[in-house]
């Protein structure tokens, strides 16, 4: 019995003590081993954050620069084009004669300036949001979060915002595949003018009907149905650029290349010897746009048919 007992005692004993170690706490060391560890984590996250934020900070600056020069650039270049566009227009006015293949190419110059100043200002809307989306994520990583665990919040927070390729309204990484997934309509039509103005009408012909297909209520609809009369015009298919002057005056009516239109559309019927109906075209374009640089050059052109009407 007192054998039993002193068993009994010795396991209780043993049991105790196994209990006791598996219970135990972690020694002091290997937990202040945990904590530097972490604390040097932290550290480093919170470096890598301030390095890329630096960074971008860095190259936002350089593309503020740029962009406000291109702007200036394109303002500057657009008044003297538009100041060469009136002398030009009115020494047509005052001599009378038919100087359309040059006063056409400035057209195209001066369209050529607006696009790009249009484009350089969409540039710039989009500087502006990549500088909030920046503004946002620095707040978020200067926020009231307590100094130990802001790294993980404002890293978190800030991958999403890494990229600078952002599209006005548009988080900065939802726009950066855009550019792959086909050509811009805005692309589409600058490449049609490069290569009308470089002679390559049937390259150029191809882009604008492109255009017309694939962004048919863009903002350069019209200028593309336009310019597909003039390329129509330069080539001596005189017929197939009424069509086209047609189809601005028709489908476009509060366009600004109506009034452009009427007076080609007049010049291409008179090649064609439809005196009549260039007449008539003439007339009806100074009713509608009195006072025009277009109105003064269809009366001009009145005058060169009046002797043989």
């Not at 196994?18 to 060391?29: K, S």
């Not at 195209?108 to 989009?126: E, F, Y």
């Not at 559309?265 to 439809?274: M, V």
Request: a neutral charge; zero cysteines; glycine letters at 8%.
């Amino acid at each position: 019995m007192r054998t039993r007992t002193i068993v009994l005692a010795l396991a209780v004993l043993v049991l105790g003590a196994m209990g006791g170690a598996l219970l135990a706490p972690p020694p002091a060391d290997a937990v202040s081993r945990e904590i530097i560890q972490i604390q040097q984590s932290i550290a480093q996250i919170l470096q890598n954050q301030q390095d890329m934020r630096t960074d971008i900070d860095t190259r936002f600056a350089a593309m503020q620069v740029l962009v406000q020069q291109s702007l200036t650039a394109g303002n500057q270049l657009n008044q003297t084009m538009g100041s060469l566009q009136k002398t030009v227009q009115d020494a047509v006015a005052n001599s009378g004669a038919n100087t359309s293949s040059t006063t056409q190419q400035i057209q195209g110059i001066s369209d050529n300036m607006q696009d790009m100043q249009a484009r350089v200002g969409k540039l710039s809307q989009q500087m502006s949001d990549i500088q909030s989306t920046l503004q946002q994520i620095n707040a978020k990583v200067s926020g009231g979060a307590p100094p130990a665990q802001q790294p993980y919040g404002a890293t978190s927070g800030s991958n999403p915002g890494y990229g600078p390729d952002s599209s006005a309204n548009q988080p900065p990484v939802s726009s950066s595949p855009a550019p792959m997934q086909g050509i811009s309509g805005d692309t589409l039509y600058a490449n049609a003018l490069r290569d009308m103005n470089s002679a390559h009408y049937d390259l150029s012909r191809q882009e604008f009907s492109d255009y017309l297909k694939n962004f048919p209520d863009g903002a350069f609809a019209s200028n593309s149905q336009f310019y597909l009369g003039e390329i129509s015009y330069y080539q001596g298919q005189y017929s197939r650029a009424i069509e086209a002057y047609d189809g601005v005056i028709l489908n476009y009516p509060k366009s600004s290349k109506v009034a452009p239109a009427m007076l080609e559309k007049g010049r291409a019927l008179a090649q064609t010897n439809k005196k009549v109906s260039a007449t008539r075209e003439f007339r009806e374009l100074i009713r509608r746009y009195p006072g025009s640089d277009e109105a003064k050059r269809a009366a001009s052109e009145l005058r060169g048919l009046s002797p043989s009407h």
